[in-house]
């Protein structure tokens, strides 16, 4: 069972991500994507970006950088060999652009039983160098419990 | 900024379908990518012993990939504004032929003043939804 006192948690960001062009292109491919905006300068130029950005799921890279300290967390009491994803869900204020410096806020949102099952929402404020919102990362894990 | 002409649009309108072969290489290629290194997208062995019915794919692959059939449609990756989806069935990688997962996207609502479009995706693999609620707004 996760602890149900570490909802409302917050942990201290991350520090920063150095989103790099090839790490763009290389997710890209990973997830199927033949989009221009992903792969080629020019065209990501063209349409007034200042290089490639990055997929929408791609700041689920960032976003492992805060959910590792939760997992580590002791208090939480997490343990990742029951875990299953329940849900996710990305909210872009711009999107991410190589050359970006980002760093992830995590806090638990919630933490609910649903029988022996725990269910703990996370919700993950990726910031630029400027302060400024990126993306909002919604994630819902479901630990199992003994049945 | 980009081609499509909102008015023209109708909610249920399909935008797009398209087949991705997930395979062991696509498996081993996401985990780089995103440094997911779960060993039951990969290992035989781990995937049975945990009780899984064989090596399955990163539900956040099946979620970025699903997703390239909005961006297809639109063009641009950046107009994907908001993208959620419910991971309700696992998609299993056989070791020879991979999964198959079939992507339809249709326009699910049309937000004129705002100029956003809500496209739901259908994700299919063996004639089972593996995705729920998989909804993606566009900015037109």
Redesign the interface.
Known sequence: MVNPNVQGKKYPATDPYLVGRE?IR??A???????A??LDVFAAQA?G?TDV?????FA??IQ?RSLATVLADPEAEIDF?RV?????????A??IVAGDELVSELEVASVKSLGAHSMVTFETKIYDVSKELVCTV?STLVVRGDE | ?NHINIASLEVGQVIGNTE?LLTRD?LV??A?????FNQIHYRDDVAAA?GLPGVLAH???T???A??VA??WV????A????????TKPVIVDPVNGAVLVVTGKVGEIDAENKIVRIDLEAVFEDTKVLG?AQ?RVQL
């Open positions: 790490k290389e997710f491919h990973a997830v199927k994507s033949t989009n905006m992903n349409a970006y950005i990055a997929p929408p799921t689920v890279v492992e060999s299953v994803h329940g849900d996710q869900r990305f909210i872009h711009r999107p919604i | 900024m991705f696509s290629r996401y780089g990518a995103s440094g997911d945990v539900g956040m692959l979620m970025g990939a997703v390239q961006v297809d063009g641009n990756s950046g994907i504004v908001d993208y959620q989806v419910r991971f609620k993606a």
